[in-house]
């Protein structure tokens, strides 16, 4: 669901209620987005950290592209689809995956999410548990039901939670924000919605102006003040609900930070002021248990009784956006939406928002409404991993709250009672679930066509940690404890350690990296230091033409006694390099213990043995001499001994 989120103010994340007095950073890295942000900041006098943590907390830095009720254009069909046509039994063809998938085996409609070591192990944890994951083709949801009861109120169907208010550029502005901001800055509504700069430049002005004029009685700086103009950018009255989830929202962004990498691939980054101080919600319960939650009632306009109907779905939808944008939308008695419950993606928080006895309006089809409990998670449809909103913290509160609910109504744990937005038929008259294929589509998910959460929800992992849970077995990523096995036999002592070998000793090209007492490189200025060919031990290296002159690159090294070592060599290949480049060993007292000529157009980027030799006590060294064929260059990276 789509909605006007959040705005920040940075002192409501520090020195607040004895708080911590460290303030967050914002790390300086390239890219237009940091770049844009860092023009605002400077040009109205906002603190960086306020416009970067607004972006965050709307979108991660992404743009905002369509809503879940839009056909998601990269598992649609080219043509149009008539809304009024039934989908048919059969299954759908299965749809590209994006390249980012993770690489497991897909059935028709699978869906899919990143690949990060956590939802990786949560991926094996669900798999010890194998359910039906998908809906391959169009199934038959009323079970032994013979048609849809069509008893739903208007005001159910014309809207639901998904059909929400604009949010325009990387700040996610509403429009009456895009008209004040363009008199603000004389800009164009267009700039300020497309143009990626303007439209940060646009909610740095907006906030300007909200933090230089406070409430009557109000000191302008104070805390008071920018709580003030936070709620106000918001439309939040202070003292309710959301306003106080909200806060809490931004304060934890401020403790913990945040590093984000946007789907073009530019990173944004802020450093926090130490620990998140709210924890995870989440803990292993008895299967059944409900989990821990907080109760925030929708308007009593967004939702009506049960009219006969029973508890035989759970409905799984996204908000298209976050927690507190959501709550928003089903508080207004002129949204005519609501879910029965929230999820929380960062700690698995739940909110409850209408009573299970309820009949929520968030199926956008009347009969799957009176029998169903709508659950919303934090996220976005259409991006990977949901906008990076999908966390295994997400997936395992979510699966708890769902088993509940099975073992209390008997909910049979598969995907034909426990299913996306998108699976919902488009036709009111209709009982008969789409397929995923065809929710991916957007050629159902109610009366306005979603298809949400999308295919970037992992239904293998999601029904895997239900089934576990119904089975009685934990999902908190902890073990029961195993019982003690018998005491061990005695064993005989173990032989004594061996001698460890001694560290290898490493001199690099770049004497900041080096120990000088122990080692160091000596170098003429008829040598060139550059990091132009990536595979380099460190971070650069130095390169010498080749010539018919004494002046060779040195690595000095001393030992404390003499010692036979084995000496390597590092360098970066190129097309450039010598085919011979001369290296000599010289022991303490001038001798040369070695002389070895290496082709250095190959074997790059990494350590190749040059051979063993004898050294003595004191300072010795290893030469790259320049002394070789004209026309090429030698390179002096790194030397290690042995």
């Avoid at 700086?221 to 003292?239: H, I, K, N, R, T």
């Avoid at 109610?446 to 940690?465: E, F, N, Q, R, V």
Wanted: charged share 20%; net charge negative; with cysteine.
């Amino acid at each position: 669901m789509k909605t006007q989120m959040m705005a920040v103010v940075l002192v409501l994340a520090v020195g607040c209620q004895g708080g911590p007095t460290a303030q967050p950073k914002a790390v300086s890295l390239p890219g237009a987005r940091n770049e844009a942000l860092r023009a605002a900041a400077d040009r109205h006098h906002v603190p960086l950290e306020l416009l970067m943590t607004i972006a965050y907390q709307q979108g991660r830095f992404e743009i905002p592209g369509p809503p879940s009720s839009a056909p998601d254009e990269s598992a649609a069909p080219a043509e149009s689809v008539d809304p009024s046509v039934q989908v048919s039994d059969t299954p759908d063809p299965v749809e590209p995956q994006p390249e980012d998938a993770a690489p497991v085996p897909l059935n028709e409609g699978d869906q899919i999410v990143g690949t990060s070591e956590e939802l990786q192990a949560l991926q094996a944890e669900a798999q010890e548990a194998p359910v039906p994951a998908t809906l391959d083709a169009d199934a038959d949801a009323a079970d032994s039901e013979t048609g849809p009861m069509q008893t739903a109120e208007q005001g159910e169907l014309a809207q639901d939670p998904h059909a929400q208010l604009p949010a325009h550029g990387m700040m996610y502005l509403s429009d009456a924000q895009v008209a004040k901001a363009a008199a603000l800055l004389g800009a164009s509504p267009e700039d300020v919605e497309g143009d990626l700069a303007v439209n940060v430049e646009a909610a740095a002005a907006l906030l300007e102006e909200l933090l230089a004029h406070p409430p009557e009685g109000v000191a302008v700086g104070s805390v008071e003040a920018q709580e003030a103009a936070f709620l106000a950018f918001l439309e939040l009255e202070p003292g309710d609900e959301t306003a106080a989830l909200a806060l809490t929202e931004l304060r934890t962004a401020f403790r913990a930070g945040f590093d984000v990498t946007t789907d073009d691939a530019e990173r944004l980054a802020m450093t926090g002021t130490g620990e998140d101080g709210v924890g995870a919600t989440q803990q292993g319960l008895a299967a059944g248990k409900y989990p821990p939650m907080e109760f925030i009632a929708a308007s009593s306009s967004n939702y009506s009784s049960r009219s006969g109907g029973r508890v035989r779905f759970v409905v799984i939808h996204d908000m298209e956006g976050t927690m507190p944008g959501a709550i928003s939308v089903f508080r207004n008695p002129g949204r005519g939406a609501s879910a029965h419950y929230l999820v929380r993606a960062r700690d698995g928080h739940i909110v409850q928002m209408v009573r299970e006895a309820s009949k929520a309006w968030h199926a956008g089809h009347g009969w799957f409404n009176a029998n169903s409990i709508g659950i919303e998670h934090e996220g976005f449809a259409s991006r990977p991993r949901g906008g990076g909103y999908y966390t295994a913290t997400l997936y395992r509160a979510s699966a708890q709250l769902t088993c509940a609910i099975a073992t209390r109504y008997h909910v049979p744990v598969d995907r034909k009672h426990i299913f996306g937005h998108g699976n919902v038929p488009s036709s009111l008259s209709s009982t008969t679930l789409c397929s995923d294929a065809a929710a991916n589509a957007g050629r159902c998910g109610g009366a306005g066509h979603h298809y949400d959460p999308g295919k970037y929800w992992d239904w293998s992992t999601y029904m895997g940690l239900v089934s576990r849970c119904v089975r009685g077995q934990a999902i908190d990523g902890s073990q029961p404890a195993p019982k003690p096995p018998p005491a061990p036999a005695p064993k005989p002592p173990p032989p004594p350690a061996p001698t460890p070998a001694p560290a290898a000793l490493i001199i690099d090209s770049n004497n900041a990296h080096n120990d000088k007492a122990k080692g160091y490189a000596q170098v003429s200025s008829k040598w060139t230091s550059t990091s132009l060919t990536s595979g380099s031990y460190g971070n650069g290296y130095f390169f010498g033409a080749t010539e018919s002159v004494s002046d060779g690159f040195t690595f000095w090294f001393h030992l404390s006694a003499p010692a036979k070592k084995t000496v390597d060599a590092w360098w970066t290949a190129g097309t450039n390099r010598s085919t011979a480049a001369p290296f000599m060993a010289f022991d303490a007292s001038g001798r040369k213990v070695g002389d070895v000529k290496v082709n250095q157009r190959v074997n790059g980027g990494g350590w190749r043995t040059l051979g063993a030799f004898q050294f003595q006590a004191g300072w010795n060294k290893v030469v790259l001499s320049r002394w070789a064929a004209k026309g090429s260059v030698v390179i002096a990276d790194a030397v290690r001994l042995r």
